[in-house]
């Protein structure tokens, strides 16, 4: 069946050339008008901006913001839900899926990766990346935050302005110290356009079918009609981020099927990769007991991770249950070793997940004047108790169509 086009190599690769038309010039015209050479120094503003008040905004980003998107036709309000609901259902779990599956299949696409290292090289670090990506799977993915003008819809149009000096950064970028301690060149253009649309794509696929497949491997069950509705929520998210009109929505066994392509094309043994990998690992490390930091990291990314794009990360063979065990005797659970490894991986990804969740909503986004607020139906379904946790969202300004 064609998808767009998308089984084709001509369709993908002309889709590396294309970043986001639309946004990029209104970048590029913001840009000209500020009178700078400096591109880092800009693209931190332009990042400063995003998350002021839109009084002090500049007149073109306060425009962006203002001039909302139509929301496409095909959009079913009510699937858009249900796929939420799913997410607050699973919640504890998709937070493990997401930095145990899903980002780290994105990193064993080595020309995606080269985006990652430079911007993380020139403007932030790379650990900020992942509590920014947390924060948006989680305002866009709870019930109502992809409304028009709520915390989700407003965090991907953030997110959309962001990757259009992303790219500027990237493509005027002379070059920098790589992960392997050489000096890099400029942007080669054989690596496609910075966030391009085949990478956008490959990316949405990846915190949307990734989660769903990762969730039911390991012993979820999860209805079909909430898989596609939960990936129809997502379609949302892409055409907000900017993946052209023409290629959305994707249905659920098409997804599947171009998202093996994207793979087969861009999955390749990086540096680049193996380094963003490694600060994953430091990142869940870090939620762990000492004793574990080091080898359970790598025993759930390998367990989680399809063998390719794991061994592509360098993610060594483990003795995935016999960890599981000797963590729960830690942690005073009581189990066995012959009790079923579904329930262990569910009891480690629901306490993993859990305590991801609370260091990505406690560290906020980057410029962000106000403490985070989750609804206090999660707080407590989640066992997010604590000091770092805000209950209830006081924004009502956000709206859905009618009809």
Known sequence: MAVFGLETDARLDSLRLKGDPVVDALFSEWFAQSNSPDTVAQSKELHRQCHISPSDMSPQIRSYFENQPPVPSWVDWSAVTRGQELFEQWGLLIGMALFCASLPTTYAAANGAKVLMRTGRLMSQPKRRLFETGRLVFNTMTVGGLDVGAPGWQTVRRVRLIHSAVRHLVLSDPGGIEADGNASGPWDMAWGVPVNQEDLLGVLLSLSVVVIDAL????????????????????????????????????????RLVFEKICKRQFAPSLDGRFLTEVLLEFIGDILPPSFRHSLPQASLRHFLKPRAATILGVPEAQWSNHLVDFFKHTAQVVSREEAKSRLVRKFAEHTGRSMWKLVLAAGDVGDRQAFQIPSHLADGWGLEGPTVFRHRSDQNNHRPEG
């Open 216 to 255: 039911r491997e390991n012993g979820t069950d999860i209805e079909e009609v909430d898989a596609r509705s939960y990936l129809h929520a997502w379609n949302l998210v892409g055409y907000l981020i900017g993946i052209q009109e023409d290629l959305l929505p994707i249905e659920l066994h098409d997804a």
